[in-house]
């Protein structure tokens, strides 16, 4: 049995126990509030202030989700996936970025969230072993507001998810693409006021859920929303991935700052992010020194009409000593632009046309017999949920 199967028939047996469950609690004049999970927007959902609802009734939130695609690049295919792949990940085909089925628990006290997903993003960015798990967590309140949250969570580095309904775009920049798409470990959040929260956190490594060495990645995130149209958020993460038969380590400082603006019908997306990682500059064949990245982003989106809107979005990645992007040979910097349209018929469906040009300091992109600096992409791309 494959582990597609065997994930399924798990779900299954976890609907199943959930609705008998329900059941009896009905008998018993407890019922458990079963809800489909159909948010009308989604943009930006998993980078914004979360302020739980107060409830003593326990409730289930059942969702899933959909994104299939058409890609082509004008880059030659040298493996199964296009060169920085993510996100509409193969080259001149249709593709599945991503079938999902997710639960998640509320109560006054317990929170949970289980989300199992399968296509070409958990493919090509998720570790071999758990890439069918994007989220399993559990959240307990200790005290009013303050959470402790333990599992393996979505990341909150970037303003980009990994989740293409939650963005602008259907690609995703160079600057989310070498940031990490998941942690493994734990959150200690606490709500100061509905405006701000303060979050402390410990993690196994920066992009690997198993542990990699017996370092621990630790970081903190502050989000604050002064109004209900703007939310600015710093992440800071430090840690050292070098393995432990290593001797000279290689510790990195990570901050990342972004913020997201919807008014009427406009949507606005920021990030700057600015990495340091030790005795990794790179002088010939040799490592010295102290090394730095520096990344940005800029989306904008305007409603046009009521199921028609309009987005671009400008993208800035410089990693020459390849920090985080190891072996692309992009040199000093890499930019881009793209720009596309969305038609959103129904509150749960969305369909989007986009191109985008990427052009780096070095010739990285091969295609037509030789390697160039930039290279072209065009993506289609239909979304749904429920």
């Known amino acids: 049995m494959n582990s597609v199967s065997k994930y399924t028939i798990l779900i299954v047996f976890i609907l199943l126990g959930l609705w008998s469950n329900a059941q009896q609690d009905s008998i018993n004049k407890k019922l458990i509030n079963i809800q489909l999970k159909n948010d009308s927007n989604v943009l930006f959902q998993n980078k914004k202030l979360n302020v739980d609802e107060k409830t003593n009734e326990p409730k289930l939130e059942i969702g899933a989700y959909l994104s299939?695609?058409?890609?082509?690049y004008s880059e030659d295919n040298s493996s199964?996936?296009?060169?920085?792949?993510?996100?509409?990940?193969?080259n001149n085909q249709f593709g599945l970025n991503m079938a999902m089925i997710s639960l998640a628990y509320k109560s006054k006290k317990i929170r949970s969230n289980i989300s199992l997903h399968y296509g070409d993003i958990a493919e090509s960015t998720w570790p071999s072993k758990f890439n069918l798990i994007q989220e399993a967590n559990v959240g307990y309140g200790f005290i009013k507001n303050l959470w402790l949250d333990v599992g393996v969570f979505r990341s909150h580095i970037g303003l980009e998810s990994t989740q293409p309904?939650?963005?602008i775009t259907s690609s995703m920049t160079l600057v989310n693409v070498y940031e990490p798409y998941y942690f493994s470990g734990a959150k200690l959040t606490y709500l100061l006021n509905p405006k701000l929260s303060i979050q402390v956190n410990a993690f196994n490594s920066f992009s690997s859920i198993i542990e990699t060495n017996k370092n621990k990645l630790l970081g903190s995130s502050i989000i604050f929303a002064p109004n209900d149209y703007l939310t600015m958020t710093y992440n800071f993460i430090t840690g050292d991935d070098t393995p432990d038969s290593v001797e000279l380590k290689h510790q990195r400082y990570y901050h990342n700052f972004y913020l997201t603006y919807q008014k009427k019908k406009i949507s606005i997306g920021a990030e700057f992010n600015y990495g340091i990682q030790e005795y990794s500059k790179r002088i010939n064949e040799y490592t010295i020194g102290t090394a730095y990245m520096n990344s940005s982003l800029l989306l904008l989106k305007h409603q046009s009409f009521k199921k028609v809107a309009f987005y671009g979005r400008g993208e800035w990645f410089s990693d020459e000593d390849e920090i985080l992007s190891a072996g692309t040979n992009m040199g000093k910097y890499t930019y881009g632009a793209t720009v596309g349209i969305e038609y959103k018929p129904l509150k749960n469906l969305v369909f989007s046309i986009e191109g985008r040009q990427l052009s780096s300091e070095k010739e990285n992109f091969y295609y037509n017999g030789?390697?160039?600096?930039?290279?072209k992409e065009f993506i289609f791309c239909v979304d749904v949920w429920f």
């Open 165 to 167: 309904r939650e963005n």
């Open 68 to 72: 299939s695609y058409y890609a082509f």
């Open 80 to 90: 199964q996936f296009v060169k920085h792949a993510t996100m509409a990940a193969r």
């Open 370 to 375: 030789d390697y160039h600096k930039e290279r």
